[in-house]
T-cell receptor, first 113, second 115 residues
Framework: ETGVTQSPTHLIKTRGQQVTLRCSSQ?????VSWYQQALGQGPQFIFQ???????GRGNFPPRFSGLQFPNYSSELNVNALELDDSALYLC????????????FGQGTRLTVV | AQSVTQLGSHVSVSEGALVLLRCNYS??????LFWYVQYPNQGLQLLLK??????LVKGINGFEAEFKKSETSFHLTKPSAHMSDAAEYFC?????????????FGTGTRLQVTL
């Protein structure tokens, strides 16, 4: 059984550019959530995908968007990057149902310069 | 809205000493509570979870937490600290938004273990 994997592990982008982060969910998990963790902070919920549809969203602007594919893997896209977007982006997968535990990947460290 | 508050951004203990990391929650419904650990440059690993089955929850690596409704607390403890326990610890509450569940995290407590 493979865990949650994210790619790339590190990324440097220039302000105004666009970025795509990828996540493969744990085997058997059909729900994927994305979190942003700024330096020294707890993770903040961006959005969740279930059955290829957005299924809940946190307080993030529309330039943060995502996709989920039939194999339950997911992408996070961020347009018009800002310096404040620099953070660790965490993907978490969970099985069907509410209040189930989430399993996290190792994260993608995004630096915007 | 459900939330958690972690008291103490930094906690330092000696190896072999008791570890106590504090978490208080705010919730209008019975909460689902979690403790996660994050090692440097890593993702989050689940230590334990409370889902109303038992108030004392045992987790991995010798950690446990007790749910106290009267105190709205879910403090994390370990009887004897080990150097390998040095990490960032996050308390979280699960919030349902329709068919989705999201985790709302505290700001974290950095545990330092000294010789």
């Amino acid at each position: 059984e493979t865990g949650v994997t994210q790619s790339p592990t590190h990324l440097i982008k220039t302000r105004g550019q666009q970025v795509t982060l990828r996540c493969s969910s744990q085997s058997g998990h059909n729900t994927v959530s994305w979190y942003q963790q700024a330096l020294g902070q707890g993770p903040q919920f961006i959005f969740q995908y279930y059955r290829e549809e957005e299924n809940g969203r946190g307080n993030f602007p529309p330039r943060f968007s995502g996709l989920q594919f039939p194999n339950y893997s997911s992408e996070l896209n961020v347009n018009a990057l800002e310096l404040d977007d620099s953070a660790l982006y965490l993907c978490a997968s969970s099985p069907t149902g509410t209040n189930t535990e989430a399993f996290f990947g190792q994260g993608t460290r995004l630096t915007v310069v | 809205a459900q939330s958690v508050t972690q008291l103490g951004s930094h906690v330092s203990v000696s190896e072999g000493a008791l570890v106590l990391l504090r978490c208080n929650y705010s919730s209008s419904v019975p909460p689902y509570l979690f403790w996660y650990v994050q090692y440097p440059n890593q993702g989050l690993q689940l230590l334990l979870k409370y889902t109303s089955a038992a108030t004392l929850v045992k987790g991995i690596n010798g950690f446990e937490a007790e749910f106290k409704k009267s105190e709205t607390s879910f403090h994390l403890t370990k009887p004897s600290a080990h150097m390998s326990d040095a990490a960032e610890y996050f308390c979280a509450v699960s919030t349902n938004t329709g068919t989705a569940s999201k985790l709302t995290f505290g700001t974290g407590t950095r545990l330092q273990v000294t010789l």
